[in-house]
C-alpha cells in the first residue's frame, strides 16, 4: 500500500522528490 501511495503521489509531488526517496530506502 505505501508503494502505491508513494508511486502515484511522486508524480503528482514532483516538487518534493524527497519523500518517494526516504520512502524507497525504508523500503527493502
Excluded at 505505501?2 to 527493502?28: F, I, N, T, Y
Aim: charged residues 45%; glycine residues 4%.
Amino acid at each position: 500500500r505505501k508503494k502505491g501511495v508513494l508511486c502515484p503521489r511522486a508524480v503528482l509531488m514532483k516538487e518534493e522528490p524527497r519523500e518517494d526517496e526516504r520512502v524507497m530506502s525504508s523500503l527493502p
